[in-house]
């Protein structure tokens, strides 16, 4: 447990404040009704198809990470209903111990303002304690949005063979 030390709270240019926090099981609700709040688009391009419902499996994979080889942070909005995933970054580290993959995703209506970098920073963060040398996933070409995000944090892209609609990008994390 103690995952809550871990919070930090911020606020957005508007006033709007976040919280940034580890997943939980509690999450499992949150979760479920985040995946089903993206749009279409969005939900592709986490996805790479179409995934409107999670199953018990998915939900427990997800807010119920092995915390040994993966780590979920969300990002939460308190608004009148209470709390609100818009957010959510996750990596999971290959059984070498030496790449890990990671998913990003923010609600449509919370884009570009910010909130997928700190994510991805937060990601980082985690893993500069953890040994693991490179941090990689897959992007959909069709992914303008996210392929500029990543370029901007240094990654590198690289063709996938035998799936020319997907890009495969990686960033060094240490020597």
């Known amino acids: 447990m103690g995952h ?3 919070a930090e709270t911020w606020t957005l ?4 404040k976040l919280t940034l926090r580890h997943i939980a099981p509690t999450d499992a609700v949150r979760e479920q009704a985040f995946v089903h709040g993206l749009s279409p688009q969005s939900n ?3 996805f790479h198809g179409t995934l409107k419902d999670l199953s018990k499996k998915d939900l427990k994979k997800f807010t119920d990470p092995d915390s040994r080889n993966a780590v979920a942070l969300i990002v939460v909005h308190s608004g ?4 609100e995933e818009i957010g959510v970054a996750r990596y999971v580290i290959d059984p070498d111990g030496a790449n890990c993959e990671f998913a990003i995703v923010v609600a ?3 884009q570009k303002r910010g ?3 700190r994510l991805m920073n937060a990601l980082i963060s985690h893993l500069q304690v953890s040994g693991v040398k490179q941090i990689s996933g897959s992007v959909l070409k069709s992914n303008s949005a996210m392929l500029k995000f990543i370029k901007q944090l240094g990654f590198a892209e690289t063709n996938i063979p035998d799936d020319p609609s997907t890009l495969l990008v990686t960033k060094q994390l240490m020597d």
Do not use: H
């Not at 240019?13 to 709007?16: F, K, L, N, Y």
């Not at 009148?80 to 709390?83: N, P, S, Y």
């Open 4 to 6: 809550d030390d871990s």
């Open 13 to 16: 240019a508007d006033g709007e």
């Open 44 to 46: 592709y391009l986490r």
């Open 80 to 83: 009148k209903t209470g709390e």
């Open 108 to 110: 449509d209506k919370w």
């Open 115 to 117: 909130i997928g970098t």
